[in-house]
């Protein structure tokens, strides 16, 4: 459902991605890992045109995400995405965070917004945290929030952008949980991701990533046990290993 | 020692001068509220065409005196004094507006932004639903700043026979040949609008920082 074909992106005359070829599949859980800069993040913020590819094709169930006729409100409906920062709305509740979109951008009365809003909540498991600010809330719970924001979209896919990077260790297992379960349901989703337990476990397939090229595709039983590349296997020991 | 007098004795005038500066400061802060925020947005849309009117608008009236905009409208283009003044306040003042609203746009975290957008939230609702609230509580001391100044440039009328309290002192004193009191008790109604006016911005500071 997700096509990059010989996507190029730069910034200036840096190249953050080179000649990207990757294919998600509807309820697949793809995983990206790779060093810091090596373009991860770029490459998941293409995919809802949050970064503008600068050649090459990307579509999502055949539509080209970067083409100007493309009506990219309307794509993105279809998109969760979760952010590093979790960035929920400091100025509404945590229920107006998860209905303002639904309401907004898909035309659901209140009611309606209000009911899948507490459904979500209820399965992030804060149902009671339905009044609260996001300022009143733990990292760990502000991104369950983020997650059940995504939800209530009924979004086909689910980015998620380093969502416990930013998160205490404490909280990392309470996030990792609902993703888990999450893909369980056969939820698609693109992960990009230092957690290399959620990966082992989770990954449909893992996808290696340096200076901006995919230099590894692979299960992660494959990967682990034997990645191919001699970048990976660097980067593998290293984050392993400690 | 003050002559209140001749604030008893011209009660009326005062009264009727300081009601005219009410009216057209009350609609000059909402007007140029309005397009003020208008201007901010302008200046930071991710469209070329709506920057440079923004900039040129924001570069071009705040660097002229206001008594030359409301003479513009006064002498130009002939409207009446209490007219001119509102309209050319309205302009000038829109100008700093604009400015502090930008600085508050670009105070806000650029992932809210992103993550509206992501959820398919158009530009313009995203502005004006999750950017400019946020933005606006950022800079309202300086937002009150530019209030409290367009409260006292309302004097301008006074030039233009606006009707308004400078207007009148002027009348009252040109007729009693006192100066000094009667603009001291002009002083005086102006402080009756911009004091609380400080008060409230202060209060609305405060209030506001209790949701985050």
Redesign the interface.
Known sequence: MIEFKGVNKYYGDFQVLKDINLSINKGEVVVIIGPSGSGKSTMLRCI?H?ETITEGELTINGTLVADKKTDI??L??N???V?Q?F?????KTVLENIT??PK???GKSENEAKETARYYLDKVGIAEKADA?P?QLSGGQQQRV?IA??LA?NPEVMLFDEPTSALDPEMIGEVLDVMKALAKEGMTMVVVTHEMGFAKEVADRIVFIDQGQILEEATPAEFYANPREERAKLFLSRILNH | MLDFSILTENLDMYLEGFKTTIIASLIALVASFLLGTLLAVFRIAPFKPLNWLGTIYVEFIRNIPLLIIVFFFFFGLGFDGLTSGTIGLTIYTASFIAEAIRAGILAVPKGQMEAARSSGLSYGQTMRIIILPQAIKIVIPPLGNQFINLVKNSSILGIVAGLDLMYQADLISSRTYVVFDVYIFVALFYLILTIPLSLGVGYLEKRLAKSN
């Not at chain 1, 960035?87 to 100025?91: R, S």
């Open positions: 809802n949050l409100n309307k993105r409906r998109i969760g995405m952010f920062h960035h929920l709305y400091p100025h303002l979109a907004k951008v898909l600010y300022s983020a924001r995504g979209m």
